[in-house]
């Protein structure tokens, strides 16, 4: 997927005043937010689980060599096949590859956010091969023609009416709008066929299990059970982190997944996949392939303030818990990873030059951090993030401060540094916008601070700082007792 | 050579530091603060010559301008004995949370930092830890809820104590707030860099202000203060908007002099 | 080099070092436990999902109604098969499929689905099926009104049937049909994920690791469209647990 990270301020604007999507945008929080806040309150053990998922990631990310050596093994020796791609282009490529040798005819792909970075569905459209998103919410993207606003409700933006004008052709403006389960089944009898008829499925992969080769794949829908079952072929495909060593250590990894993503307990479906079919089974794919994809995602690991966003489990808490993600929608983000967790990972991933402004928009409020279920210090990442863009110390090219921002902050350190400027510099100000205001406000602030005056009231400097209050008060207090 | 040590015996003194925003735009927050702590029997100290603590810069990414701002803080308070306080969980998280990053090539800033962090609460938090919430017996006629400010709540770990203050002020009507713990916007720089987007996610706290019917809103960080307070304002809403420290001294002068 | 040596030496080098360097055995993960921790663990969650049984089915019945199933208790085979019957009745079946579960043998099934005039089928493919056998399999799969199934575990903690598919016992015959009954006994209730995957992993490390595993709490759902939660899209539209008690 092309990132397109570089409008994000106009896609956010365009967003703010669309009054569908900032209703849809309502279910975020109350259906998604507090189902995790409701689930987390109902699971005795909950932040001993965090902190368990956080070193079980922690130890595997560190180790990351050993276990993708070791994954490889294993799903070998399950008699499946192992492709490590560089980038999204490798990773296309030898999709593309597999398809065209075994002479496909239809793929179902189940929801991956990976297969996003790699925009697969359009690839093997454009080879002339049908591609069919089978996650609701993804198929309804793709009839859109659009990308996924969240990390698990791809179509959260989506009004009933939107559906209803995809999913039919006959639908017209004005006609009464199907109700959701309406909508759901038509849905799936379309699907229903697809499944039928599909000879390849490409899914994602939600925990890739180093020791035994196993991958395990949560659904609601029943499309991730149609794809391991239905299909010749099976494509899996991954992000190169996406491991955890051990089987037992899913317990762990699939209650915090769950319970932080959708607030239930578990999912309808989870399937483990330990290979192509095994001889004497009565269905299942006779392939199965593993696509290990690291597309930039060695640059995290490298950089040791940046490695734990390869923590991530992708459930989606964070983007849920932000207060910007759900004012701003997900398109705003520019590329395959919204909110908090994008705000991350797609900077490294996709250039910081013009990802800039995704640090940035953040007040640091640290909801993510503590909503995520292995503790990713979102804000510390940011702050990095900000400082790379603010001063080009990591690398020159990513500095996109401008001038005149440089030159404020080296005017309020100068202020800064000596408590006679401190007070001086809070008394010129003073004097500068005090014609502009009443009863102690401003309505109309100059720059570098007119953007706070457009919606709200600021304050103006007290006449006298809290230094000489107190100076006053001290001398009175002598005089009294004197 | 004072002693920097941890501290855990009540204390009968106290290092103030009052934040940039404080000191030049609130300074009655800084003042509310000091008389409570009187309150209590502890005798506070200013230190003259504090400026900031470098968070601003640092959070827009201007380390190397923070840095010197924030040695200039270690060097001031260092010197200082006893515990520090702040009338603001943001401050107190940058020194706490945020310095090891700031300082991280050099372990002996490190290590000085690391101590003045140790000593450093924020005003509530002081407040809980050594005396109790129910150590100020004040009374006030007033209708308030509380918004939960961010860096308190989640960078401090400061949940409970806030709202424990407000509910043993003797006739404080305390309304809880819906989505008290979703940020009101400030940010810092994030309220003047992206001002649509701050003040979207203001209007939402607005309208659950709003909806409580309080006549007050407490928070704990003058920043979410005047964010508040300059959006309310705009509406035209009478609503007040109040720093913890203000209300907790109000509160008591209504009741006069201690017992 | 292949592509994959290259690509795992450009890790290590990531990671600040210039050889793979084997993990030393740490708490965080349960890859250090060797093939004796995890066949106590496996003999104990056996001998807890035994000893415990009337405890755990009590718990299931109450998790698994949360999960979405309708959840019945029957005295015997007998009632069993009545209450299945009328279930196929009821979704106006014409072929209902089982798999080949022991359970569903002690269970007189084919009466009590053919007395309405369904026919009952069994999907047990040889192992050397053709193609064609398999497609064919496949299409009724898709074709029948109603699945069968025993379980092979069931979890209290998440209110989940656990299928591993095998002869037998194909992959969609709890998942094409719009209706699945799966029929369990008290014996197969584990207490939690901890259990399932302790026997999991010593399957694993005993290489008897099955081709794939099934975890089901409810029926097939989505919310998709407008936070709405909707049963029935790609799986099952109603699932029954049937919980048989103990002869």
Redesign the interface.
């Known amino acids: 997927m092309k990132p397109q990270t570089t409008h994000f301020?106009f896609k956010?604007?365009q967003t703010?005043v669309n009054d569908q999507i900032q209703q849809?945008l309502e279910?975020v929080?109350t259906?998604f937010h507090e189902g995790r806040l409701t689930a987390a309150a109902n699971t005795d053990n909950w932040e001993e689980l965090r902190t368990?998922g956080k070193?079980?990631k922690?130890?595997?990310i560190?180790?990351?060599?050993?276990y993708?050596?070791l994954l490889?093994d294993s799903v070998e020796k399950n008699g499946g096949h192992?492709f490590?791609a560089?980038d999204a282009e490798e990773a296309r490529q030898h999709i593309l590859g597999l398809a065209k040798a075994n002479d496909v005819k239809t793929v179902i792909k189940s929801k991956s956010m990976v297969s996003e970075e790699m925009a697969l569905a359009d690839a093997l459209i454009d080879a002339g091969i049908e591609a069919v998103e089978?996650?609701?919410?993804e198929y309804?993207i793709q009839l859109a023609g659009e990308t996924p606003y969240h990390l698990i409700?791809?179509?959260?933006h989506?009004?009933?009416k939107d559906?209803a004008a995809l999913l039919s052709d006959d639908f017209k403006d004005g006609d009464p709008v199907p109700?959701?389960?309406q909508?759901?089944?038509m849905?799936?009898s379309k699907?229903?066929a697809v499944?039928?008829r599909a000879d390849m499925s490409v899914t994602g992969v939600n925990f890739a299990v180093?020791?035994?080769g196993?991958i395990a794949l949560v659904t609601?829908?029943?499309?991730g059970?149609?794809s391991?079952?239905?299909p010749r072929i099976h494509v899996a495909v991954m992000g190169?982190e996406k491991i955890?060593?051990?089987?037992?250590?899913?317990?762990t990894m699939?209650?915090i997944l769950i319970r932080s993503a959708?607030g239930q307990?578990?999912?309808?479906?989870?399937?483990?996949?330990?290979?192509?079919?095994?001889?004497?089974?009565?269905?299942?794919p006779e392939e199965f392939h593993l696509v290990?994809m690291?597309n930039g995602r060695?640059r995290l690991?490298?950089e040791?303030?940046m490695r734990e966003s390869l923590n991530c489990i992708r459930c989606g808490a964070c983007l849920n818990a932000c207060?910007?993600y759900r004012?701003?929608g997900g398109h705003a983000y520019g590329w395959v990873y919204p909110g908090p967790i994008g705000s991350i990972v797609s900077p490294v991933l996709t250039g910081l030059k013009d990802a800039s402004n995704l640090p940035?928009?953040?007040?640091?409020?640290?909801?993510c951090?503590?909503a995520c279920p292995v503790k990713i210090n979102i804000p510390?990442m940011l702050?990095?993030l900000?400082?790379?863009?603010?001063?080009g110390?990591v690398d020159a090219r990513e500095r996109t401060?401008s001038i005149k921002?440089?030159a404020v902050?080296?005017a309020?350190?100068f202020?800064?540094?000596?408590?006679r400027r401190?007070d001086l510099g809070?008394r010129v100000a003073r004097i500068m916008i005090r014609p502009l205001s009443r009863g102690g406000?401003i309505k109309k602030a100059p720059p570098?601070?007119?953007?706070?005056t457009?919606?709200?009231?600021?304050?103006l400097?007290?006449p006298?700082?809290?230094?000489s209050?107190?100076?006053v008060?001290t001398k009175h207090t002598k005089r009294d007792l004197d | 050579m004072p002693d920097t040590s941890p501290l855990t015996a009540r204390p009968l003194r106290v290092t103030l530091f009052a934040s940039c925003m404080v000191d030049q735009l609130a300074p009655g927050v800084g003042f509310s603060a000091v008389e409570v702590l009187e309150h209590l029997g502890v005798q506070v100290d200013f230190p003259g010559d504090q400026t900031c603590c470098g968070q601003p810069a640092f959070n827009s990414g201007f380390r190397s301008q923070a840095l010197p701002v924030a040695t200039r803080f270690i060097e001031l308070f260092e010197n200082v004995d006893g515990p520090i306080v702040v009338p603001s969980g943001s401050c107190a998280a940058m020194v706490r949370n945020y310095y090891g990053d700031l300082f991280d090539r050099d372990p002996g800033l490190l290590e000085r930092a690391r101590r003045v962090g140790e000593r450093l609460y924020e005003f509530t938090e002081f407040i809980d830890k050594f005396f109790g919430t129910d150590a100020i017996r004040g009374s006030l006629d007033d209708s308030v809820t509380y918004h939960k400010s961010c860096h308190l709540l989640r960078e401090i770990g400061i949940d409970g104590p806030p709202l424990e203050l407000l509910s043993n002020v003797e006739g404080l009507t305390l309304t809880p707030l819906n989505r008290a713990d979703v940020c009101c916007g400030f940010g810092g720089a994030f309220s003047v860099k992206m001002p649509d987007i701050s003040s979207a996610i203001l209007n939402e706290k607005l309208d659950n202000i709003v909806q409580t019917g309080a006549k007050s809103v407490v928070a704990a960080d003058t920043g979410c203060v005047f964010q508040m307070q300059g959006g309310l304002r705009r509406r035209g809403s009478s609503v007040r908007v109040v720093h913890i420290a203000e209300i907790l001294a109000d509160s008591i002068r209504s009741t006069g002099p201690d017992r | 080099m292949t592509d994959r040596a290259k690509f795992i030496a450009g890790i290590t080098s990531d990671l600040g070092r210039t050889e793979m360097l084997v993990p030393s055995a740490d708490l965080a993960t349960a890859i250090f436990e060797d093939a004796e921790v995890a066949r106590t663990r496996a003999t104990h969650a056996v001998s807890d999902a035994s000893s415990r049984s009337s405890d755990l089915v009590e718990h299931m019945a109450e998790s698994a109604i949360t999960s979405g199933w309708k959840v019945h208790r029957v005295a015997n085979p007998e009632d069993a098969a009545e209450l299945i019957g009328e279930i196929c009745r009821q979704k106006e079946a014409k072929t209902v499929l089982r798999s080949t579960h022991d359970v569903l043998s002690t269970i007189p099934l084919e009466a009590a689905i053919t007395s309405f005039g369904a026919t009952l089928g069994v999907t047990a493919l040889g192992d050397d099926a053709s193609s064609t056998d398999r497609d064919k399999a496949r299409e009724s799969l898709f074709g029948a009104e109603v699945g069968i199934t025993g379980v092979d575990f069931a979890i209290a903690e998440t209110g989940t049937v656990v299928l591993h598919p095998r002869k037998g016992l194909s992959r969609l015959l709890s998942l094409a049909p719009p209706t699945h009954v799966a029929v369990m006994r008290p014996g197969d209730v584990l207490d939690s994920l901890d259990e399932l995957f302790a026997m999991e992993r010593d399957d694993f490390l005993s290489g008897e690791l099955a081709g794939s595993m099934n975890l089901i709490s409810g029926p097939s759902k989505t919310a998709d469209i407008e936070g709405t939660i909707v049963t029935g899209i790609h799986g099952p539209l109603e699932v029954h647990l049937v919980i048989l008690a103990n002869s």
């Open positions: 301020r956010a604007s703010l849809s279910h929080y259906g368990k070193a079980i922690d130890h595997t560190a180790h990351l060599d050993h993708l050596d490889a192992v490590f560089d089978t996650d609701l919410g309804i409700a791809p179509a959260v989506k009004s009933r559906v109700d959701a389960v909508l759901t089944r849905a799936r699907l229903r499944f039928e180093a020791e035994s196993s609601n829908e029943g499309n059970r149609m391991t079952s239905v190169m955890v060593p051990s089987i037992q250590d899913l317990s699939l209650r959708t307990r578990i999912s309808t479906y989870v399937t483990m996949v330990n290979g192509p079919r095994k001889p004497d089974e009565e269905d299942g290990i690291n060695d690991l490298a040791t303030r207060p910007v004012k701003v940035n928009a953040s007040s640091l409020c640290g909801a951090h503590s510390r702050l990095e900000r400082w790379r863009t603010a001063e110390k401060s921002e440089r902050w080296k309020w350190r202020g800064m540094m000596g408590r401190f809070a406000w570098p601070i007119s953007g706070w457009v919606t709200r009231d600021f304050p400097i007290s006298k700082s809290l230094k209050l107190l100076s008060r």
